[in-house]
């Protein structure tokens, strides 16, 4: 007999862990219309063509390529389905923000731009699974592409801030620029190995400097090129003293000096706004994906020890690999997964999340059933979710039913209470019992502290 098992990196999601998700999904929904975002989806494949090529040479490798067809490879050998060109035309999508290029550029013309979206929805990648790390999960995107202000990355620290503050989580966005990367590549003299610079210093949380120092003499850098960059990403001081002495190491790096001008601007305009959400210059932020162009984010919990939970950047010309060039956007993805490891390790969710039902009638026969029924439909139109024990079962058996479901309240209505016109309403978090007119039962479900004796 087969054991059931799904592939390594993916989970299943329990009827209480899908509650707590969709808390998340919910407010991270609420937040992003709230900023006039409209939803939208794309299929969960793309082209390979659409994928390869948009995400560096480490993030092609890590794309899941699709089997044309299940029986294309039937009769071949192992080596004929290696070398096979066609053997795979379609990949999972490694993130929305690629396929959302795809989408504005093949629908342009039914669009007004700009043209402000999210999208939530799976992402896969053929990585190693481990803690805070899977193959399978979800993003929560949301960009405006057709316009170049950098109010749209304001308006993205205010929906960070927005985020957390409802879900909770205390947050320190980090935030850089890729031309003030570039300007550092040119002052060290390599601007030709502006991308190996950066695919370097992104993993220094990660593995730290003596192996990221390593690493970019691995790449072609000179030790005297090597000891020039360390000082500059280990400037301190606030956001201003940083950008001070930016402006002296950049000062002969055209890219450079417009890239510390536009992080002034978003920074003058946070100040302004007295946005609370604590925004740090790190110079180490590099953000491996090509397409970023301008300011880029990245988002790290305080209080639990988790990578970043949300990250993202300027783009000013994703969409002409499709067509349509010199189109900018900025967007930024909030990892669902690991927002909901943070939440779950910090005990964040509210209580009301923890169950699908507020209220159980008990059924304890055919004349009470059918009260309890009457009952039950009033409950549910005043917007409370209730259900009835379908059949008539011993009163222990259906409070057990109600713990083991967490079923915060249970309605009993006997043949005592059908004859004074009560239920009986047990909060089973506290164990109190009260009699509660008919009339009055769905108030008392909401507000429990009002319930009549």
């Not at 850089?176 to 502006?194: F, P, Q």
Request: with cysteine; aromatic share 8%.
């Amino acid at each position: 007999m087969q054991k059931p098992s799904i592939p390594k990196g993916t989970r299943d999601f329990s009827p209480a862990e899908m509650m707590r998700r969709q808390y998340i999904f919910d407010t991270i929904r609420g937040v992003f219309r709230r900023y006039g975002f409209a939803p939208l989806e794309t299929p969960s494949m793309e082209n390979l063509s659409t994928l390869l090529g948009k995400y560096g040479d480490e993030g092609d490798k890590l794309l899941f390529k699709i089997l044309n067809s299940g029986d294309y490879a039937a009769g071949l050998s192992d080596e004929q389905v290696r070398q096979a060109s066609k053997i795979s035309e379609k990949g999972l999508r490694y993130d929305l923000t690629v396929p959302f290029a795809r989408y504005v550029v093949q629908h342009q013309g039914e669009l007004t731009f700009p043209f402000k979206r999210y999208q939530m929805q799976p992402v896969w990648r053929a990585d190693r699974p481990q803690k805070g790390r899977y193959r399978e999960f979800y993003q929560c995107d949301v960009d405006v592409i057709g316009t170049r202000s950098l109010l749209c990355e304001v308006e993205l620290v205010q929906i960070v801030r927005d985020v957390f503050a409802a879900l909770g989580i205390r947050t320190v966005l980090k935030m850089n620029n890729r031309k003030i990367l570039y300007g550092i590549a040119e002052a060290i003299g390599h601007a030709d190995k502006m991308m190996d610079i950066t695919v370097a210093i992104d993993k220094l949380d990660k593995i730290g400097l003596d192996n990221v120092k390593a690493e970019l003499a691995g790449r072609g850098l000179e030790p005297e090129a090597i000891e020039r960059l360390q000082p500059i990403l280990q400037l301190s001081g606030d956001n201003d003293a940083k950008i001070a002495q930016l402006r002296s190491v950049l000062a002969s790096s055209e890219t450079g000096l417009k890239g510390i001008g536009e992080m002034e601007t978003i920074f003058g305009y946070l100040k302004r706004l007295e946005v609370d959400q604590p925004v740090e210059l790190d110079l180490s932020l590099a953000r491996g994906l090509n397409y970023y162009t301008g300011a880029i984010f990245e988002v790290k919990a305080l209080d639990y020890a988790i990578g970043s939970i949300s990250g993202g950047g300027r783009y000013d010309d994703l969409t002409g690999i499709f067509g349509m060039p010199n189109v900018s956007g900025v967007g930024i993805s909030f990892g669902a997964d690991r927002i909901y490891d943070v939440m779950t390790g910090l005990s964040l969710f509210p209580e009301e999340v923890n169950h699908t039902t507020e209220a159980l009638f008990v059924n304890l026969g055919a004349q009470e059933e059918a009260k309890a029924l009457e009952l039950l439909r009033g409950v549910r139109a005043a917007g409370i979710a209730a259900e009835i024990y379908p059949e008539a079962a011993k009163m222990k058996k259906q409070m057990e039913y109600a713990n083991r479901r967490g079923i915060p309240f249970v309605a009993i209505v006997g043949s005592e209470e059908l004859a004074a016109g009560v239920a009986t309403l047990k909060d089973m978090r506290s164990g109190e019992q009260r009699r509660v007119p008919f009339v009055e039962l769905a108030a008392a479900i909401r507000r429990p502290e009002t319930a009549a004796e």
